[in-house]
């Protein structure tokens, strides 16, 4: 018999939850009833962000009389690995094979995530998920393995963005036309203090209007839009989007020959997912603000769009601030996408024999060395320790039993 038990250390919530920057840690167990030969045993830790719909194509066949129009589906995929970090515990890829006594064998691992990683997501035609897979390769046989998911959220502070703290201001010039007749010009303004905006904040907007045209506004609306766009790169690359309201306001218009000046706000929902635009292209989320006049008749509305980037932390205007430190445990649990696995504590058992170097020579380079990206900063409440084969990111602790191995 032979058993893998997979286990990640929580957040202090209690929750299989993780930023950036953070260190994953967790031990993975193999219990043995008796000797037993494996090739080798390995941790992976993945994430990736993955789109997909469908589409109905026609297309025509043949000629004359044998002529035919038939329907196809195509399926449209795109997929973006964020993190594909492995490391043997022992063993190597395609490697001699190893004779493991009897007995629980343990293992703690710990693996610094990536500064830059999407958070996970649940939408209509995509994903983003991560997970720790621990696998353990039997030569002649099916590989046993186990797999335990876990969430990524942000706190991206909008302040280390100085192009969000730009102010921007917009005008729309239009005439109405009727048949042969053209009204005065309508002049409508639109600014707003900055683009950045954090959950739960409420944003000014200013809009002027000089109407010398003969057509009411009859109302203003504003609405905070959410678009989220689905990349393909099979069969090929295309981009389809979803947009949706997500907040809406009314304030007052202007009257034909008049002009008005109108302070307004537009309160952002406190229950909302973050843009991700700077991190995830497959399926990437962005926000904007309409500003819309409502007119008499039957003449198009003049609108007026703002992009905006919704973050954690709003906008500070102070010459000094700090990033803010939030403990794992204090932050809001999203919904779930995946039911936690509950397993039962084990005792830590200590090693009883040093890794041989074979086990460590082999292990794979961390995520930002195989990227040559520089190496993250150390996170504030724990300081990364290179492991005993100077691979950075990942600490292995030693197996609990001796092993021999077979060539």
Not at 336 to 364: C, G, R
Request: glycine share 6%; net charge negative; charged share 20%.
């Amino acid at each position: 018999m032979t058993k893998i038990n997979l286990q990640l250390e929580p957040n202090e919530s209690g929750h299989l939850v993780y930023y950036p920057g953070h260190f994953l840690k967790g031990t993975v167990a193999m219990t043995l009833d008796s000797v037993k030969k494996f090739r080798g045993f390995h941790v992976t830790i993945y994430g990736e962000a993955r789109a997909h719909w469908t589409e109905t194509r026609s297309r025509t066949t043949g000629t004359g009389d044998n002529r035919r129009t038939e329907n196809y589906t195509v399926n449209f995929e795109g997929k973006e690995v964020y993190l594909n970090s492995r490391t043997y515990l022992f063993g190597q890829r395609g490697g001699p094979t190893f004779e493991i006594q009897p007995g629980v064998h343990r293992y703690e691992f710990a693996c610094q995530l990536p500064e830059r990683l999407a958070y996970t997501a649940e939408l209509r035609h995509g994903s983003i998920r991560y997970h720790v897979e621990a696998v353990l390769d039997i030569p002649w046989s099916f590989d046993k393995e186990t797999k335990i998911p876990f969430t990524v959220v942000r706190y991206d502070d909008l302040n280390f963005f100085p192009e969000l703290r730009i102010p921007l201001k917009y005008e729309e010039i239009k005439t109405f036309c009727c048949l042969f007749c053209k009204s005065g010009p309508f002049i409508m303004t639109v600014a707003m203090p900055y683009t950045g905006l954090a959950v739960g904040q409420t944003v000014n907007i200013t809009i002027d209007y000089v109407n010398k045209s003969d057509v009411n506004v009859l109302h203003t609306r504003l609405k905070l839009k959410r678009t989220i766009s689905y990349t393909s790169h099979t069969p090929e690359h295309k981009t389809r989007t979803d947009t949706e309201k997500m907040a809406e306001k009314m304030t007052q218009g202007v009257k034909g020959g008049d002009t008005n000046a109108i302070e307004s706000s537009l309160d952002i929902p406190q229950t909302m997912m973050c843009s991700n635009g700077r991190y995830c292209q497959v399926v990437s989320i962005s926000y904007a603000v309409e500003i819309e006049a409502v007119v008499d008749g039957c003449s198009t509305n003049p609108k007026i769009i703002f992009p905006v980037e919704i973050g954690s932390v709003p906008i500070t205007f102070d010459n000094q601030f700090t990033q803010p430190q939030v403990p794992i445990g204090q932050i809001s649990m999203p919904q779930m996408p995946f039911e936690q696995p509950s397993m039962p504590a084990a005792p830590i058992i200590h090693p009883s024999a040093p890794v041989p170097d074979e086990y460590i020579n082999d292990l794979p380079p961390t995520f930002e060395e195989a990227m040559n990206m520089p190496k993250p900063e150390s996170t504030p409440f724990m300081q990364p320790q290179p492991s005993q084969s100077g691979n950075f990111g990942w600490n292995i602790g030693a197996p609990s039993a001796p092993v021999n191995e077979k060539q």
